[in-house]
């Protein structure tokens, strides 16, 4: 079953806005953690920030912000006064709690590509 | 700090050969290494999960005898795609994790199967 839910395949954003990528997971564990990861087209992925499920705030990292709603199950990234060099795939991913079976894995996301033009 | 290597960053290999890539944490003990692929405009598929000194834990639907993972340190893990066909054709990504929850993830290497 699909555990993280990225719903906007594509998404264009002007220069200097914001934008906001959903994503949405589902878990019965109390302990996990949400990560965002930015792949540009050299594949490479770049961690932008991390949400744990007993953080009680949201968490920030310069222009990425989490909207964390844990009753909604949703993990929104926002970024801040968009850059032509934020153009890139972006994932949500999820890591459970730590145990012999999962060692901390994460499972992803579909992705959300955004180009932002000028 | 918390950088991790592949090697190569691209290779091309004849169908029915085997190609071996290595996964490297340059600064730090990696007590476990994931290694993923990606397939063009898709998502990362874990293949498996590998722990220094153990036998990899493997996906559902991964051949682990296609797929060879070995771990035999805390600082390097090898991936061997044996007898490669063209549909093995991807980007093959892994990450390593030491204590924390974070993982770091090598740049990735493109293998293409002629």
């Known amino acids: 079953a699909q555990k993280i839910t990225q719903t906007q395949p594509g998404m264009f954003v002007q220069e200097k806005e914001a934008v906001t990528l959903d994503c949405t997971y589902d878990?019965?564990?109390?302990?996990?953690?949400l990560f965002w990861y930015k792949q540009p087209s050299s594949g490479e992925m770049i961690f932008l920030i991390y949400?744990?499920?007993?953080?009680?705030q949201n968490a920030t990292e310069g222009r990425y912000s989490l909207n964390f709603q844990k009753a909604r199950k949703s993990a929104n990234l926002v970024i801040s006064a968009s850059q032509l060099g934020d153009s890139a795939m972006y994932f949500c991913?999820?890591?459970?709690?730590?145990?012999?079976?999962?060692?901390?894995?994460?499972?992803f996301g579909a992705g959300t590509q955004v180009v932002v033009t000028p | 700090g918390a950088v991790v290597s592949q090697h190569p960053s691209w290779v091309i290999c004849k169908s029915g050969t085997s190609v071996k890539i290595e996964c490297r944490s340059l600064?730090?003990?990696?007590?476990?290494m994931f290694w993923y692929r990606q397939f063009p405009k898709q998502s990362l598929m874990l293949m498996a999960t590998?722990?220094?000194?153990?036998?990899?834990?493997?996906e559902q639907g991964v051949e682990k005898d296609k797929f060879l993972i070995n771990h035999a340190s805390l600082t390097l893990s090898t991936l061997t795609v044996t007898s490669a066909h063209p549909e093995d054709s991807s980007f093959y990504i892994c990450?390593?994790?030491?204590?924390?929850?974070?993982?770091?993830f090598g740049p990735g290497t493109r293998l293409t199967v002629t």
């Open positions: 949400q744990g499920s007993y953080d009680q």
């Open positions: 991913a999820m890591r459970e709690a730590v145990t012999t079976d999962s060692w901390g894995k994460l499972q």
């Open positions: 878990t019965s564990d109390p302990s996990y953690g």
């Open positions: 990450s390593a994790r030491h204590l924390g929850p974070e993982q770091y």
């Open positions: 600064d730090f003990q990696a007590t476990t």
């Open positions: 590998s722990n220094e000194g153990s036998k990899a834990t493997y």
